[in-house]
């Protein structure tokens, strides 16, 4: 934190991140298709459809002699 940065000692930060996290529950469930996010987390992504991979996708590399 910054230097001689005082909190006042009235300040709860649990009550401060629950709120944040029910601001984000509110907004999920205003504005989230969660019926089709979990049909998606239990039947995986739809035929046809492209995936999406948190590996990168490595050129092809030209074998050397061919």
Same mark, same amino acid.
């Given at each position: 934190? #910054? &230097?001689?940065? @005082?909190?006042?000692?009235?300040?709860?930060?649990?009550? /401060?991140?629950?709120?944040?996290l029910?601001?984000?529950g509110?907004? $999920? &469930? #205003?504005h989230?298709?969660?019926?089709?996010?979990?049909?998606? /987390?239990? &039947?995986?992504v739809? #035929?046809?459809?492209?995936?999406?991979?948190?590996? =990168? $996708? #490595?050129? &092809?590399? =030209? @074998?050397s002699g061919?």
């Amino acid at each position: 934190g #910054r &230097e001689g940065f @005082r909190c006042s000692p009235d300040t709860s930060f649990a009550e /401060l991140r629950a709120g944040q996290l029910d601001a984000l529950g509110d907004m $999920v &469930e #205003r504005h989230l298709d969660t019926a089709a996010l979990l049909r998606l /987390l239990d &039947e995986g992504v739809p #035929r046809g459809l492209p995936r999406l991979s948190t590996h =990168p $996708v #490595r050129a &092809e590399t =030209p @074998r050397s002699g061919s």
